[in-house]
């Protein structure tokens, strides 16, 4: 059994006034929902452009953003770093944002549905689509996009990344 399903199967107990939710704050769904639309426009804007580094960007950083919101996962760099750290049967996802020290590095988040079929369909897809089109360009980075896209980390670049776009100087 792999780590991730031994931990679902603990039983939580504890005291009648036990906070096990976390913190006390309250969103501002008007807000959140405000949020999202902005965001969203400019994933639409950099679409439209010719700059597919730009776009993939913005198409990263809504969904990571959207991952965050959906876990409660703190923003830090690669919160998601691979693949690995998906298992999209059991809806768990392995995070390190609370890291402290060596007994204390890394907790379970539970996935919502929506955000389990992104990562089971619309990411891979995305990913394979994204390595058709930079295979000309970068044939290594292109494989390196196609292993994540079918579930296998490649080592060298987190799940989700960014692009840059700047011609380098020769």
């Not at 830090?76 to 996802?93: K, N, R, T, Y």
């Not at 392995?94 to 992104?118: S, Y």
């Not at 994204?130 to 080592?155: C, F, H, T, W, Y």
Request: with cysteine.
């Amino acid at each position: 059994q792999s780590a991730l399903k031994r931990t679902t199967q603990i039983e939580i107990t504890g005291q009648p006034r036990t906070n096990a939710l976390g913190s006390r704050l309250h969103l501002h769904i008007a807000a959140v929902r405000q949020g999202i639309a902005r965001a969203s426009a400019r994933v639409d804007v950099a679409h439209q452009s010719v700059d597919l580094a730009a776009f993939h960007n913005h198409y990263v950083h809504f969904h990571v953003t959207a991952l965050w919101a959906a876990t409660g996962v703190r923003p830090i760099v690669d919160p998601f770093e691979s693949v690995e750290h998906f298992d999209l049967e059991a809806g768990l996802a392995f995070v390190d944002d609370k890291h402290i020290d060596n007994a204390h590095a890394g907790r379970l988040v539970p996935l919502c549905a929506a955000i389990r079929r992104f990562l089971r369909q619309a990411y891979p897809a995305y990913l394979q689509r994204l390595a058709q089109l930079l295979e000309a360009a970068d044939g290594s980075l292109a494989a390196a996009i196609r292993s994540m896209a079918v579930g296998k980390p490649n080592g060298t670049m987190p799940y989700f990344f960014e692009l840059d776009s700047r011609q380098p100087r020769g």
